[in-house]
């Protein structure tokens, strides 16, 4: 059964970081990419970051550069994504989701969606 767990949410105060975690089952990552996702209340789904270990590219949309960083760990299967100088902006239900093979044309639209992790920016 194909699994993508997100964890690592919380309360954070505005400045603050945090790492949310993506941990994977069913497949691995050497053969899909894997995307960040977030959902503000009232809002739609927005692209972050995608990041591929089939190809080794990454992408990154301008809410999520020089702030965010996704990273990869093959042997624990599980894709990180470090949030770093938080908004109250950032407030959002975060996903991870499978995407295709390649980051080369940008975040997706994800294929399996993992159940989301809540994040809150507290000013």
């Known amino acids: 059964e194909v699994q993508l767990v997100a964890s690592g949410g919380g309360l954070v105060q505005a400045g603050g970081s945090l790492r949310l975690s993506c941990a994977i089952s069913?497949?691995?990552?050497?053969?899909?990419?894997i995307g960040w996702f977030r959902q503000a209340p009232g809002k739609g789904r927005e692209g972050l970051a995608c990041?591929?270990?089939?190809?080794?590219?990454?992408y990154y949309t301008d809410s999520a550069k020089g702030r965010f960083t996704a990273t990869s760990d093959s042997a624990k299967n599980t894709v990180y994504f470090q949030m770093d100088s938080l908004k109250p902006e950032d407030t959002a239900t975060y996903y991870c989701?499978?995407?295709?093979?390649?980051?080369?044309?940008?975040?997706?639209?994800?294929?399996?969606w993992g159940q989301g992790t809540q994040v809150t920016v507290s000013s």
């Open positions: 989701a499978q995407g295709g093979a390649t980051c080369v044309y940008g975040v997706g639209t994800g294929n399996i």
């Open positions: 990041i591929s270990d089939v190809d080794g590219t990454t």
């Open positions: 069913g497949f691995t990552l050497d053969d899909y990419a």
